[in-house]
């Protein structure tokens, strides 16, 4: 022995010997083989990659103790090396990810235990489930902070997210959507006013979710300090699917089938009809008529008809909407490059008639490794839409369907208005005057096409291990044409009309890293990113308005006898920074991270167009510097961040401007233009800019703490944040007196404050072989405050309603106030009674709620039993109100329950006749009320104020279901298959608790803007359920 | 270190990074900074016009029982009247282009020293804030439309009235008619006068005459309004109407007037009355008031055919007029209606006609206010008024004949005979400034002539005496009064 290890010790002296190593590495979980999984030697430089077949080969120096083993998805593993030339491993799953990487800014992957802030992922897998055809709209209750609005249920409509809170009084409230690193448009365009129009949509429909591996949302100036100011408000880092290295090709083939209905109609009554004091009226449009008892009647059209209920003539004329969604993707990898290309078709047709919506995406993207350290990825979409039939909203416009269609009298058919022509081929109205809503579908058709194309390029060199340069270009580009018709025949446009919108719009974003990631010792290491960024947008929009058709059928501007063209460089922005991030970390357990940016932004005034903004962040994995009770609390982190962003504002603010005028306003009609008497006319701006030089920008600074802790091996996990946003120097259209000669100034006022804290819990109260239960919580309150404003002024305008009530922001209370008409009380809150009339008195300007929310939770829980998964998700908003005209208008004109109770009795309303008041509208003598109105008279008053449409916004839904099957993969064993897996899947289920009566709260009448919680008139929301089934090769 | 070294290397690239004519694209491409002042000039006239032919004027009408509104429009018979329609004359018609834009446009014309343009813009701003201020009593005038105040102080009306008097002098004094050409005068972009500067001094000096009497029974303007009469100064004083300020609209659908296309644009509600053959016979939304036809009836005035049509189906003329308010309408037979006249697609907008100049003369020389002129001056202001109110249906369906004029001129008192002349003037101009209600109203609540009912269902208990400030105004300017003078507070110039 002693001559052995003599032998030994020479030949270790005498040769550096290298011993090889070999072995698989296999799953722990399906026992299968893992390409791609890391192995490094300990202690040196030398590693290498298991190949398709997870074997490797590695040759390590004599005295090498360790191999570590790593890859995404499974914890790390080390292994001693002890002589043994064949080493096979078993990787058990990571199924809590302790090490989880996430994307960061730019597409960096950070391990999560590293940053400073909170962030959140959703996986694509879960935006498949019950596919949204919006895909923001996925993201409702998922992630803590994260509000989801979506405005309506037409295809094609828009969607709106705000994150922790709106930071911004009239400026942009919505995070940045980012695709590949790469900076995309979101844009709400509105061709004509919102008030009288289609919902237009955002441009964020178009990203198709079958496409995307991850969404991770980055919360809040801290994230986003890299991307500077258009990330004030958050990011969404979407990252598409990719092909993987050494991963054998595989197809995949999807198929969905939905059926859509409107998921709550108005609770309507079914005994009383049309007409007024219980006399049948064929041309009213309220039901306060007799009971419905069959007699004979002449109808509106002048034909004889039975007086009659039709308790289902509203659900009759909303049809049953389909989704059909295929699609295939193809993606495999080498040893050098990766690639995949995915395709989806998705067929749409609306529950409002004749709305039909196709889609087809193309996802192309790839990578490739280089000679000499060279690599370069690239990434190609191609998105289009062809919408054909979109429903008009509101009430204001003759189009408009919900505020005709939910308000049919009771007593009217369905397909009465079915039939929507008469015989000589003229329009046949709607009692007479109002325009038949099949008319509208059929006839007034708006149509939009989009073509969008966005991709990336990116080279880049990695000369060493620890330095990496690339430069990644990417655009995004697309056209809407936009084309309203309005036949002739229409109800105010007896000639016809028609408008088109031709909208042009380009992002082109450029950036430059250098990266140095190093370990100055064994225990310190860095990550130093430094990087240029230029970023352009570019909007303009051409459009056509054209009246009075010679041939009706012929809808190009030269058929039309009056043509007004407008054509607008809508925006033009660009924006140039130059950046670094700098990380330290310390034993992987203790991080500090500090980030700044300088911007230079061409909206504001050159003087005042560059600005600097830091953050620093720093987080400390508790449980791998202390010995903890590992198995009560298995992991512990704690983080905190400091950060500060600016933001520019729009284009084109700075200047006084006049404008050619070309349609005069008058009282009726649209006759009058420019020239007049051949003389053109210009007219300035009702905007006053800012004085040249003053105008600065928004600045938010935030600050986060927060802890990350998971208990009894992951069993439990609890992620705790607490932020503060303040964004100071609001840039806001101050309303100004009329008298200035302006509307609105535009200056730097006001300080908005967001604080709130965020809860994720994530349990397995099941894991057992076969039985598993996974539950998640999230839960995010926020309270907003304006606790600035400019001197004199008590609130500002939240701008974007067109009509009462209106927005406001006033001075310590959240933006978002709602303001309007009111019933005057006396000091003990009873109404005040009009002694000639018997009804209520009424006042302006009252503050009658507020838009805010209390706090929102998501729960979501998967049961998984052999190859069978059942999840579902509720979604519970609780808190803040919301205005509703429909609800009020269904009251007034007798259409719903509540109003057919005790109608022939005549009542005395709750309240004290004002016999005298003071100057100031005080009461100083009232007398209870004893005048007698009818139940008429007193359900018609409650559409007077807005008072009477003011509710609670508090829901609780049923957001998805889905329940699945994968087919056992034993059975494909043999066969070309890999999976097979059909389900069953639903969305937006149930409105298990609303407030609001007859109407789904989840609705926005002016879209996306920052005029939320008012709805008037807007289509049902649907629910949708239907199928699934998945096929990989 | 080749790190170092790297690392300046880059970071120098950075700093050079920022390029500024990269960030120089912020020009609205969309819109103007500069115009020519004719454009301004004529937008801001349209919007007064606009506002005159489709709100001010039919109000006022209703207000002083001209005519009688039925079927549309009839809330201003009871004064009620639109709040959101008042709010956007205030603010956008009214200070945005009348007295922003303009203010604009002046200042261009003054830096380039074209004196004529000046004129004629400030001549339309007085033109405007004597509308404003006969409307709304007081409001916001020294501090409007000042650069860094966001807040103005309402001034009254005493402050209003000679500040419109001064922009009128101002005016007059920078008027060259020897140098009309364009350039230093707006010619080509004049909607009013096209470039015709002798027409624009004489509107001036009338527009000045009409804002001394409007305060003349509140304060002591004697001395400036013997001044202006004594002087040559020039007035719209052809009684052929050819010195008129009168808006000209054309007999085209783009370019009609806003009040034509009200009743055009609802034929199928029967806005007009259609005989046999689909002709237009008359109008039927507006009804000839009891208090007009007793008034023109009781004169023998010839007017009373040219303002008014009788209904299709009635044999002969006479007419019964309808009372203002609540109450019975006369029998369909016997109605009579404003006359297509006035109701057709290029009537003017009559802002100031030589009928109204010769009786503010009458009026000042039989109330003794001009040195060196009493009733017989009077008396030939009178006549030729009454002449020139006479000839302006003259060439129209309407035209009045030679010896119904005749006579009725016979006719007219001798003002040194009757009891109370002046009243008799101003009686006469309340019929002379029909189509005009605006300024008759104003006219009206200075003169208090004629006697008029209060009608039935009216809020208040005398005739309507002023427009609310407008509530966007009140909520937004911390200046404002806290509460609106409510619509029976008398105006300042109320005798």
């Given amino acids: ?1033 | 270190m080749t790190m170092k070294k790297f690392i300046i290397f880059t970071l120098t690239i950075f700093i050079l990074s920022s390029c500024e004519d990269v960030l120089d694209i912020n020009t609205n491409p969309n819109a103007s900074t500069e115009v020519p002042p004719g454009t301004l000039l004529t937008n801001a006239a349209i919007s007064l016009s606009q506002n005159r032919l489709n709100t001010l004027n039919p109000d006022a009408a209703a207000f002083i029982q001209h005519w009688k509104p039925v079927v549309v429009l009839t809330g201003p018979d009871t004064y009620v009247y639109s709040q959101i329609g008042n709010n956007n004359f205030w603010t956008f018609t009214f200070y945005t282009d009348v007295i922003k834009d303009l203010n604009l446009a002046l200042l261009s014309a003054e830096e380039a020293g074209n004196n004529n343009a000046a004129a004629q813009i400030k001549i339309t701003q007085a033109f405007g804030w004597l509308h404003g201020v006969d409307r709304w009593g007081e409001m916001p005038f020294t501090e409007s439309n000042v650069p860094g105040i966001t807040a103005p102080a309402f001034d009254d009306g005493e402050v209003i009235y000679q500040g419109i008097i001064d922009i009128l002098d101002e005016a007059i004094a920078a008027i060259d008619l020897s140098n009309q050409s364009e350039g230093n005068t707006i010619v080509e972009f004049d909607p009013l006068y096209a470039g015709n500067m002798d027409n624009w001094l004489a509107f001036a000096n009338s527009l000045k005459l009409r804002v001394l009497m409007r305060v003349s029974y509140v304060e002591d303007r004697s001395e400036d309004i013997s001044q202006l009469l004594n002087s040559d100064a020039e007035f719209i004083d052809a009684i052929s109407g050819d010195e008129n300020a009168e808006f000209q609209y054309l007999p085209s659908r783009e370019n009609q007037n806003f009040d034509y296309a009200t009743f055009d644009n609802f034929t199928g509600l029967g806005s007009f009355q259609l005989d046999e053959n689909g002709n237009r016979v008359h109008q039927r939304w507006r009804l000839a008031s009891k208090t007009m036809v007793d008034i023109l009836e009781a004169d023998n005035d010839p007017r009373i055919n040219a303002f008014f049509q009788p209904n299709i189906t009635n044999p002969g003329t006479d007419i019964e007029g309808a009372v203002n308010g609540g109450g019975p309408l006369p029998d369909i037979v016997d109605r009579g209606y404003v006359s297509l006249f006035y109701i057709r697609q290029d009537k003017s907008d009559e802002w100031l006609l030589a009928s109204e100049q010769y009786l503010l003369e009458a009026e000042a020389y039989a109330r003794g206010l001009v040195t060196g002129a009493g009733m017989a001056e009077a008396q030939e202001a009178l006549e030729n008024g009454i002449q020139a109110s006479l000839n302006h249906f003259d060439g129209s369906d309407f035209e009045i004949a030679q010896s119904e004029k005749d006579a009725f001129i016979a006719s007219l008192p001798d003002l040194s005979a009757i009891s109370e002349p002046v009243e008799y003037i101003h009686l006469q101009q309340y019929i002379t400034l029909f189509y005009n209600s605006n300024e008759a109203w104003s006219n009206w609540r200075r003169t208090k002539v004629p006697e008029l009912p209060v009608p039935v269902g009216a809020p208040i208990e005398t005739i309507i005496r002023r427009i609310e400030i407008p509530s966007d105004e009140l909520d937004n300017n911390p200046n404002s009064p806290a509460v609106s003078p409510l619509i029976d507070l008398p105006v300042y110039f109320e005798r």
């Fill in chain 1, 1 to 1033: 022995m002693f001559m052995m290890l003599t032998t030994t010790s020479i030949f270790s002296v005498v040769v550096a010997q290298e011993n090889t190593i070999t072995g698989t590495v296999i799953g722990d979980e399906d026992q299968e083989p893992i390409p791609g999984v890391n192995v490094l030697a300990q202690g040196t430089t030398i590693g290498t990659v298991t190949d398709i077949n997870g074997q490797y080969s590695i040759s390590v120096p004599e005295g090498t103790s360790l191999l570590t083993f790593s890859f995404i998805g499974f914890q790390t593993k080390e292994v001693e090396i002890n002589n043994q030339s064949v080493i096979d491993v078993v990787m058990p799953s990571d199924i809590k990810q302790l090490t989880e990487v996430v994307v960061t800014a730019f597409g960096i992957e950070k391990e999560e235990k590293s940053l400073g802030y909170a962030v959140q992922d959703v996986d694509g897998e879960e935006l498949l489930k019950a596919r949204e055809t919006n895909i923001a709209n996925s993201l409702a209750g998922k992630v803590a902070g994260v509000a989801v609005t979506s405005s309506s249920s037409s295809p094609g409509s828009s969607s709106r997210i705000v994150i922790r809170g709106n930071n911004s009084i009239s400026g942009n409230n919505q995070p940045l959507y980012v695709i590949d690193g790469i900076p995309i448009s979101n844009s709400n365009i509105a061709s004509v006013d919102r008030f009288t129009s289609p919902d237009y949509g955002n441009r964020i429909t178009d990203i198709n979710p079958d496409d995307i591996a991850k969404m991770t949302v980055l919360k809040g100036p801290s994230a986003t300090a890299l991307y500077g100011q258009r990330a004030a408000n958050g990011a969404i880092i979407i990252t598409t699917k990719q092909g993987s290295r050494n991963q054998k090709t595989s197809v995949t083939i999807n198929s969905s089938v939905r059926f859509d209905n409107p998921l709550r109609l108005p609770d309507y009554q079914n005994i009383y009809g049309q007409g007024s004091v219980s006399k049948l009226d064929s041309a009213s449009s309220a039901n306060w008529g007799p009971a419905m008892d069959g007699r004979t009647f002449t109808n509106a059209n002048g034909n004889q008809d039975i007086y009659q209920s039709y308790p289902d003539n509203v659900d009759e004329f909303y049809e049953t909407g389909h989704t059909i969604i295929n699609s295939v993707s193809l993606q495999g990898g080498g040893e050098k490059g990766a690639y995949r290309l995915g395709l989806t078709h998705l067929d749409q047709s609306g529950i409002a008639p004749e709305t039909n919506l196709e889609r087809i995406n193309v996802s192309l993207k790839g990578n490739q490794d280089f000679a000499n350290n060279f690599y370069s990825s690239f990434g190609l979409n191609y998105a289009r839409t062809r919408n054909d039939g979109r429903v008009t909203n509101g009430f204001n416009s003759d189009d408009a369907i919900a505020s005709v269609v939910n308000f049919m009298p009771r007593n009217y058919s369905n397909d009465s208005l079915r039939n929507f022509r008469n015989p000589d081929g003229s329009p046949r109205y709607f009692l007479g005057l109002s325009q038949n809503p099949y008319w509208t579908q059929n006839e007034n058709v708006y149509t939009s096409n989009i073509d969008r194309i966005f991709g990336f390029g990116q080279i880049g060199w990695r000369p060493t291990e620890w330095l990496d340069i690339s430069w990644k270009i990417g655009v995004d580009t697309y056209t809407e044409r936009r084309k309203k018709l309005t036949a002739v025949g229409s109800v105010g446009q007896a000639e016809g009309a028609f408008w088109t919108d031709n909208i042009f719009e380009e992002q082109i974003n450029s950036d430059f890293f250098i990266r140095i990631n190093r370990d100055i010792n064994q225990d310190f290491s860095f990550d130093l990113l430094v990087g240029q960024n230029y970023n352009e947008q570019y909007v303009e929009s051409s459009f056509n308005r054209a009246q009075q058709l010679t041939d009706p059928l012929l809808f190009i501007p030269d058929n039309a006898r009056l043509n007004s063209p407008e054509f607008e460089v809508v925006d033009h922005i660009r924006i140039i920074g130059a950046f670094f991030d700098l990380g330290l970390s310390y034993k992987n357990a203790l991080f500090l991270n500090v980030t700044g940016r300088n911007d230079w932004n061409s909206t504001l005034p050159k003087e005042n167009n560059s600005f600097f903004y830091p953050s620093v962040s720093g987080s400390a994995v508790i449980s791998e510097l202390i010995a903890l009770p590992t198995d009560i609390l298995t992991f512990a982190k704690v983080r905190a961040n400091v950060s500060q962003v600016g933001s520019g504002t729009n284009a084109y603010l700075l200047d006084f401007t006049y404008n050619p005028q070309t349609d005069i306003f008058q009282l009726f009609g649209v006759d009058n233009t420019y020239p007049f008497r051949g003389i053109p006319g210009f007219a300035g701006s009702d905007r006053q800019p800012p004085p040249p030089g003053v105008l600065q920008p928004e600045i938010s600074t935030s600050w986060e703490i927060g802890t990350d802790l998971r208990f009894f091996d992951n069993a439990v996990g609890l992620d705790f944040t607490y932020y503060n946003v303040t964004t100071k120097n609001q840039i806001i259209q101050l309303t100004t007196p009329g008298s200035t000669g302006f509307v609105e100034a535009l200056i730097n006022a006001g300080t908005v404050v967001n604080r709130g804290f965020e809860i994720m819990l994530t349990a397995s109260p099941i894991q057992t072989t076969n039985f598993n239960w996974n539950s998640s919580v999230n839960f995010g309150r926020n309270r907003n405050e304006t606790i600035e404003l400019p001197d004199g002024y008590g609130f500002v305008e939240v701008p974007g309603t067109r009509t009462d009530p209106s927005l406001r922001a006033y001075l310590n209370q959240a933006t978002g106030a709602i303001v309007g008409s009111a019933w005057r009380r006396d000091e003990n809150g009873k109404y005040l009674i009009n002694p000639l009339t018997g009804l209520r008195l009424e006042e302006n300007d009252q503050i009658l709620g507020n838009i805010t929310p209390d706090f929102q939770l998501g729960w979501q829980n998967e049961f998984s039993y052999k190859g069978l998964n059942l999840s579902f998700l509720l979604d519970w908003r609780q808190g803040g109100e919301m205005h509703s005209q429909t609800v009020q208008d269904l009251r007034a004109g007798g259409h719903v329950a509540e109003t057919a109770v005790n109608r022939d009795v005549a009542y005395i309303d709750d309240g004290v006749i004002l016999l005298e008041e003071a100057a100031d509208g005080s009461p100083i003598s009232t007398r209870p009320n004893d005048i007698p109105i009818t139940y008429q008279q007193f359900w018609g008053q409650l559409n007077d104020v807005d008072e009477d449409g003011i509710f609670d916004a508090t829901y609780i839904k049923l957001r998805e279901v889905r329940l699945s099957y994968a087919l056992p993969s034993r059975w494909f064993d043999n066969s070309p298959f890999g999976t097979i897996e059909v389900g069953v899947e639903g969305r937006n289920l149930a409105l298990l608790y609303s407030a609001i009566p007859h109407i789904d709260p989840e609705v926005s009448f002016y879209g996306p803007t920052n005029a939320q919680g008012i709805e008037a008139f807007n289509m049902p929301s649907t629910r949708s359920f239907g199928g699934n089934v998945r096929i990989t090769f």
